[in-house]
């Protein structure tokens, strides 16, 4: 199964020294929750496009990480990842974003797909969404708006061969 783990450049660090990231980890996956909201939203939405949904959902996870890791740069990171199905649990949190998932393994190095990161201009809009997140959690509409900014921002897709170069330009 393809899981989004939402990150930090000191996740990513991490995972490049430990050669995994230890579980156990909350990430996001086209689970039946999140088939069926799009499903109810009328959209017809495709595979691609459901990973691109949970890919975005941990895009925003990312941002709640950030908040709590003074050290890594304001930039979102998303991991994608290939585990077994049997090492993937449904969040049964009613509160929980669609797609969350609990992956109980750790998830090595060799079963990352690609990695998914920020550019350089999106640190300001990033920075203001990370002071502000939890309040668009809680319905600010003013805080949304300076989340939406951020996430405004395409993530740039890398390869795990390139990582190591990712976080020496960080």
């Known amino acids: 199964m393809r899981i989004y783990l939402p990150a930090t450049t000191s996740v990513l660090q991490t995972l490049v020294d430990d050669g995994r990231l230890a579980?156990?980890?909350?990430?996001?996956?086209?689970?039946?929750?999140?088939?069926?909201?799009y499903a109810l939203s009328d959209a017809e939405a495709d595979l691609e496009e459901l990973e691109y949904a949970a890919l975005l959902t941990a895009a925003r996870a990312s941002l709640r990480l950030i908040d709590i890791d003074p050290a890594a740069a304001r930039r979102r990171v998303v991991v994608a990842a290939d585990v077994p199905d049997a090492a993937v649990a449904d969040v049964e949190d009613p509160d929980a974003d669609r797609?969350?998932?609990?992956?109980?393994?750790?998830?090595?190095l060799g079963d990352?797909?690609?990695v998914h990161v920020d550019g350089a201009d999106a640190e300001d809009d990033v920075r203001a969404a990370?002071?502000?997140v939890l309040e668009a959690d809680l319905g600010s509409e003013d805080a949304q708006f300076v989340v939406d900014q951020a996430e405004g921002h395409e993530l740039a897709w890398y390869a795990t061969q390139e990582v190591g170069t990712v976080l020496e330009l960080l």
């Open 130 to 132: 990370v002071d502000v």
């Open 23 to 37: 579980g156990p980890l909350t990430a996001f996956a086209v689970t039946p929750g999140l088939r069926e909201f």
């Open 99 to 108: 797609g969350a998932v609990r992956v109980e393994a750790d998830v090595p």
């Open 112 to 114: 990352v797909a690609s």
